[in-house]
């Protein structure tokens, strides 16, 4: 039993014939309207645009990191004149210092020159009273000596009246 060919020499033509029109009309489309186009540009193009961000994200942080290395700089010549100025300082306040550390030097040695004189006068001091001491011990035994003698010039009177008086008896008897 031969099975008859489901498709005829006419049909065969009639399909390849379709075929060859298809063709036709899709060499006669332009390229961009192809599916296939679309197929390979879609990549390419996803491709080129990840590039174009990367690129970018790339600038993106070469400014960051030239703006902070700026900073940095910037911080750093801050930094340079405050250590600077911090250097000046010190020297001006060590120079106080020294001028000052002098003047005490000096000052301490008039204040032992001035301490010598202070002790020189309270020996003279010291010296004057005692001498006071001994004139007023003088004085005291020169006034008891002079009361002596007044007592005596007294007693002189008194024994001059007294002999007076008797020799004025005497005489008159």
Request: proline fraction near 2%; avoid cysteine.
């Amino acid at each position: 039993m031969a099975e008859t060919p489901k498709y005829t020499d006419e049909d065969k033509i009639h399909w390849e014939a379709k075929k060859l029109e298809a063709e036709a009309a899709d060499l006669l489309r332009h390229p961009v309207l192809k599916p296939g186009f679309w197929f390979s540009a879609i990549p390419a193009l996803a491709a080129v645009l990840g590039i174009g961000l990367q690129y970018y994200a790339s600038a993106l942080d070469y400014k960051k990191a030239e703006l902070l290395r700026e900073e940095a700089e910037f911080k750093i010549t801050q930094a340079k004149q405050q250590l600077e100025d911090v250097q000046r300082e010190v020297k001006t306040k060590q120079t106080e210092l020294d001028n000052l550390t002098e003047v005490t030097r000096k000052l301490d040695e008039v204040r032992a020159a001035k301490d010598k004189e202070i002790a020189a006068i309270n020996d003279a001091i010291k010296k004057l009273k005692d001498e006071k001491a001994d004139h007023r011990a003088a004085i005291a035994s020169l006034d008891s000596s002079l009361l002596k003698l007044q007592g005596h010039q007294s007693l002189d009177k008194s024994l001059a009246k007294e002999q007076f008086n008797v020799m004025g008896k005497l005489s008159r008897k």
